[in-house]
Nanobody
């Protein structure tokens, strides 16, 4: 059973940066999993942020974060990261790490089997 734990959330001013981490456990070959970040703002549906199918693979991003966020992973450490820069108030949300077996990514939350508990990110003016 894959377990995911996010960390690194917090309060940041607009224009600032944060780096989120996701630690995976209970898995032998994390490289076999596509790992992604989603986020959910109050009153809104969970939305796709970024995905990486394997370390060194071509990442994909939501248009709203492209050029500002960078996803990366370290399979040796069973870890996924999200570097967020030039942050905006509309980036405020709970950020979730998710994973599914296979190397085909999806922007649909229902396609992911394993989820972390989420970490709150708040961007103030």
């Amino acid at each position: 059973q894959v377990q995911l734990v996010e960390s690194g959330g917090g309060l940041v001013q607009a224009g600032g940066s944060l780096r989120l981490s996701c630690a995976a456990s209970g898995v032998t070959f994390i490289s076999m999993y596509t790992m992604v970040w989603f986020r959910q703002a109050p009153g809104k549906e969970r939305e796709f942020v970024a995905a990486m199918t394997r370390a060194g693979g071509t990442p994909s991003y939501a248009d709203s974060v492209k050029g500002r966020f960078t996803i990366s992973r370290d399979n040796a450490k069973n870890a996924l990261f999200l570097q967020m820069s030039v942050m905006r108030p509309d980036d405020t949300a709970v950020y979730f790490c998710a994973a599914r077996l296979g190397i085909v990514s999806s922007t649909s939350a229902s396609d992911y089997t394993y989820w972390g508990q989420g970490t709150q990110v708040t961007v103030s003016l």
